[in-house]
């Protein structure tokens, strides 16, 4: 069993892919990015943007069928910076972050996958222990807990931290009554089917009664 963690971007999306255990196991971390069209190719920005998605999308496909049994998806939450009623960001740069989130949300629905959720600040207080720690905290405390991403980590500087962030959110997930359920019922596999086959056989009961 693993969890996907992601950094949801337009220009780039962390992934994160980690095996479930005693001791939890990074298997990968990714980053998918994209930009903008060459003007020569004068698309629409709709255009443009669909293109994007698709690339990002592309992606995500790829790791979501290598790794089929996924628990959950993981996701950093995020939020958008106002200032005296205003917002800080374009209007633009909201809608590209809501249509990648989009696809998150289609994906998981179609595998019937439960979306863990944390805040930025969460993220960073389980990690590292404090919310206000740095991305180069962060980073360092991933690598004490997990020391096989040293060698996983994207080349680029400003690409590892997207990775951090996607890892970081299957840090919180780990914690989660999702995946503590999921780890009880790998662990005890007859009762979980005795529980399941208790619970089927109630609610046929009960459907009987209200036939009846």
Same mark, same amino acid.
């Given at each position: 069993?693993?969890?996907?963690?992601?950094?949801?971007?337009?220009?780039?999306?962390?992934? *994160?892919?980690?095996?479930?255990?005693?001791?939890?196991?990074?298997?990968?971390?990714?980053?998918?990015?994209?930009?903008?069209?060459?003007?020569?190719?004068?698309?629409?920005?709709?255009?443009?943007?669909?293109?994007?998605?698709?690339?990002?999308?592309?992606?995500?496909?790829?790791?979501?069928?290598?790794?089929?049994?996924?628990?959950?998806?993981?996701?950093?939450?995020?939020?958008?910076?106002?200032?005296?009623?205003?917002?800080?960001?374009?209007?633009?740069?909201?809608?590209?972050?809501?249509?990648?989130?989009?696809?998150?949300?289609?994906? *998981?629905?179609?595998?019937?996958?439960?979306?863990?959720?944390?805040?930025?600040?969460?993220?960073?207080?389980?990690?590292?222990?404090?919310?206000? /720690?740095?991305? /180069?905290?962060?980073?360092?405390?991933?690598?004490?807990?997990?020391?096989?991403?040293?060698?996983?980590?994207?080349?680029?500087?400003?690409?590892?931290?997207?990775?951090?962030?996607?890892?970081?959110?299957?840090?919180?997930?780990?914690?989660?009554?999702?995946?503590?359920?999921?780890?009880?019922?790998?662990?005890?596999?007859?009762?979980?089917?005795?529980?399941?086959?208790?619970?089927?056989?109630?609610?046929?009961?009960?459907?009987?009664?209200?036939?009846?």
């Amino acid at each position: 069993m693993k969890l996907l963690g992601v950094d949801p971007g337009l220009a780039a999306c962390g992934l *994160a892919i980690v095996e479930l255990g005693a001791s939890p196991r990074v298997l990968s971390l990714t980053v998918a990015r994209t930009g903008p069209s060459a003007k020569k190719r004068r698309l629409r920005a709709a255009d443009d943007l669909g293109d994007r998605l698709r690339a990002i999308a592309t992606v995500l496909y790829a790791r979501l069928q290598e790794h089929a049994d996924l628990v959950a998806f993981c996701v950093e939450s995020k939020a958008i910076p106002f200032r005296n009623g205003r917002m800080m960001v374009k209007p633009s740069a909201v809608s590209a972050l809501g249509r990648v989130r989009g696809l998150l949300d289609a994906f *998981a629905v179609e595998r019937g996958l439960p979306i863990l959720e944390e805040t930025a600040q969460t993220l960073k207080l389980l990690t590292a222990g404090r919310k206000d /720690a740095s991305k /180069a905290d962060v980073q360092a405390a991933l690598e004490q807990r997990f020391p096989e991403v040293k060698a996983l980590w994207p080349a680029q500087k400003t690409l590892q931290e997207h990775a951090a962030d996607a890892l970081a959110a299957v840090v919180a997930g780990l914690e989660s009554d999702v995946v503590r359920a999921a780890l009880r019922a790998r662990a005890c596999p007859e009762r979980s089917g005795a529980e399941q086959s208790t619970a089927e056989v109630g609610a046929e009961q009960s459907t009987a009664e209200v036939a009846a």
